[in-house]
């Protein structure tokens, strides 16, 4: 079975650096898209970035314009994780991040696959 | 424009039909996805495309697209179906890029 599992919850200090995972299994985790989605207290769903772990190169990865230089996503696929980072945080980064596998379509962009999130809380 | 808009809130009495919108420039040239969300629970694919429902999904659910406007229409609305649904589409601005609509709250009377 395809399975997304996600670091446990983290408290933290505005300042602190933070990398939370993603670790896919039951599939080819090389072969698929992984995207980080941020959902604060209370909102909805956005749609931070993505990267593919099957390549290595500086085109792997994309962020929508309000989340680049914010964060980094990466991936190994030697591990089969992917990443999301944080060199500064800030009291409104307190979110719960979900990763989700990109699907395979025609053209199609679905998320079929969702990690069960991890809650960032960062406060002073 | 790559964002997209949804009706914030709508209630279906049990056994009937809903249908939620969400509406976008890109749409016009490319289709949505559709996530349901429950309470304290992580998103779940309920369709995709032009006609693709996920395995495990009941065929109660149902999607369409006509000009910039895409639905999800839920037929025989049952108790567990109240969620938060939110539709995702491509982001025009950006290679790979994609948008999510803002939700809509679906109750079940």
Redesign the interface.
């Known amino acids: 079975d395809v399975q997304l599992v996600q670091s446990g919850a983290e408290m933290k200090k505005p300042g602190d650096s933070l990398k939370i995972f993603c670790k896919g299994s039951g599939y080819t985790f090389a072969n698929y898209w992984i995207a980080w989605v941020r959902q604060m207290p209370g909102r909805g769903l956005e749609w931070m970035g993505i990267v593919y772990p099957g390549d290595s190169g500086e085109f792997n990865t994309r962020y929508r314009p309000s989340f680049r230089g914010q964060v980094t996503i990466s991936a190994d696929k030697s591990t089969g994780a992917a990443y999301l980072q944080w060199s500064s945080l800030k009291a409104s980064d307190t979110a719960m991040y979900y990763c989700a596998r990109r699907g395979l379509g025609f053209g199609d962009l679905f998320l079929d696959y969702w990690g069960q999130g991890t809650l960032v809380t960062v406060s002073s | 424009s790559s964002e997209l808009t949804q009706g914030p809130a709508v209630s279906v009495a049990v056994g009937q039909t809903v249908r939620i919108t969400c509406q976008g420039d890109s749409l016009r040239a490319?289709?949505a996805?559709w996530?349901q969300?429950k309470p304290g629970q992580?998103?779940?694919?309920v369709f995709?495309?032009?006609d693709?429902r996920?395995s495990g999904i009941p065929d109660r659910f149902s999607g369409s697209t006509s000009g910039n406007t895409a639905s999800l229409t839920i037929t025989g609305a049952q108790a567990e179906d109240e969620a938060?649904y939110?539709c995702?589409?491509?982001?025009t601005?950006?290679?790979?890029?994609?948008?999510?609509?803002?939700?809509t709250k679906v109750t079940v009377l």
């Open positions: 490319f289709y996805s996530y969300q992580a998103p779940v694919l995709y495309g032009k693709n996920p938060d939110y995702n589409s491509r982001d601005s950006g290679d790979h890029l994609e948008v999510f609509g803002p939700g």
